[in-house]
């Protein structure tokens, strides 16, 4: 892998960056935030590619137009096995060279266009409970907005809501939700689903609210639901439990294009 492979290599990488970021592909990976850093990072890829090619293409031009000495110059006295041996070393390794196994650093990147891998889904949030601790402390809450006609929130929120906030803000009203199903574990039935990060999809947790009144969609699949708060049976000595909402209406859509929170 010469100067040129090299800077091949890292053109390559910074323009899928790019592409990943502008297209919004890169939202399967990680929060929307780092945009802007990923297209920052893929331009400095790419303008080290350049320079490299540039730069490597004037060395190799000087080393062209250099004069090479004669053989007969060598000064008296010096064997002219070595001389001819040190002549052969030196113009038969090409020190620009670096290891072929940088070749590997692509494969990622020209996967993504091969195969491209989704945002993480119920198999994911299937390994993570979801559950949320009984003996936290309340968050402050902003009062509700809709009054009593429909209130759309994030599924994180009415989990906190669900479980923190006074039921006297809660009964009485409808919620919509929006997320992907996915299956409880010991025949708990089904969960309303979100995926929330930290920073990338390799610290995701799940954000789960348990779903009663309304016959358990196919894993993965995205609905809206609508439906109204219920209180959680959980045992007073409990330490972890699920918000649940009875549903009465679901909506098939399509995935959005952030499926995180």
């Known amino acids: ?7 091949t290599a890292l053109s390559v990488i910074g323009v899928i960056a790019v592409v990943a970021a502008l297209g919004g592909l890169y939202l399967n990976f990680v929060k929307p935030v780092m945009r ?7 331009l400095v890829l790419i303008g080290v590619a350049i320079i490299g090619l540039i730069g490597h293409e004037r060395v190799r031009g000087r080393r062209q137009a250099a004069p090479v000495a004669p053989y007969e110059s060598m000064e008296p006295g010096q064997d002219s096995d070595a001389g001819a041996h040190s002549h052969s070393h030196s113009h038969s390794h090409d020190h620009g060279k670096g290891p072929r196994i940088g070749w590997l650093l692509i494969v990622p990147f020209v996967l993504l266009g091969v195969a491209t891998p989704g945002p993480l889904g ?8 979801g559950r949320i601790a009984t003996n936290g402390e309340p968050p402050l809450f902003d009062p509700l907005e809709g009054g009593d006609e429909r209130v759309g929130l994030a599924v994180g929120e009415y989990a906190m ?3 923190y906030d006074d039921p006297k ?7 919509s939700l929006t997320g992907f199903a996915s299956e409880l574990a010991d025949g708990e039935g089904w969960a309303l689903t979100r995926m929330s990060l930290s920073c990338c999809a390799g610290d995701a947790q799940a954000i789960k609210v348990r779903v009663v009144g309304a016959p358990a969609p196919a894993d993965n699949e995205w609905v809206t639901l609508t ?3 219920k209180k ?4 007073a000595d409990a330490p972890e439990t699920l918000p649940v909402i009875e549903a009465s209406n679901l909506q098939p859509i399509s995935a959005p294009a952030n499926p995180y929170e």
Do not use: C, Y
Request: hydrophobic content about 45%; proline content about 5%; cysteine-free.
């Open 122 to 129: 119920a198999f994911s949030a299937e390994r993570d409970s």
């Open 161 to 163: 809501r669900a479980l």
């Open 227 to 229: 439906g109204t708060w």
């Open 232 to 235: 959680a049976a959980t045992p």
């Open 36 to 42: 802007w850093p990923i297209i920052a990072a893929a």
């Open 1 to 7: 892998m010469n100067k040129t492979m090299q800077s």
């Open 169 to 175: 803000n809660l009964e009485g009203k409808t919620f």
